[in-house]
């Protein structure tokens, strides 16, 4: 069992930045690859971004690269997910996940979610 406690979120202006950060609860955090996902209501749960387990590899939705980075800090147990340059449409409830797979992952190849934190971008 894995256990992933989001923060970081809140209430930010369009163009500004946030840090969203994951700590899992596992010692084995460096064998699991990991990611990030939002979700807006009454719509599915998208990819925004992922990491590798040793950390060489990112991968990030098409809408985010270039503004958001994926990082992951093994010996915190830690990943993060650094948002610049926000815009409305980023607003979501963003959540961790831990997943077995590398690279763009779905929604059902997680094996762990976080509880998520809600991200809001103001116009």
């Known amino acids: 069992q894995v256990q992933l406690v989001e923060s970081g979120g809140g209430l930010v202006q369009a163009g500004g930045s946030l840090r969203l950060s994951c700590a899992a609860s596992r010692r084995t955090f460096s064998s699991w690859a990991m990611g990030w996902f939002r979700q807006v209501p009454g719509k599915e749960r998208d990819f925004v971004a992922a990491?590798?387990?040793?950390?060489?590899?990112?991968y990030y939705a098409d809408s985010v690269k270039g503004r958001f980075t994926v990082s992951r800090d093994n010996a915190k147990n830690t990943v993060y997910l650094q948002m610049n340059s926000l815009k409305p449409e980023d607003t979501a409830v963003y959540y961790c996940?831990?997943?077995?797979?590398?690279?763009?992952?779905?929604?059902?190849?997680?094996?762990?979610w976080g509880q998520g934190t809600q991200v809001t971008v103001s116009s």
């Open positions: 990491i590798s387990f040793s950390d060489s590899n990112t």
């Open positions: 996940a831990a997943t077995t797979l590398s690279g763009i992952i779905r929604d059902y190849d997680v094996d762990y």
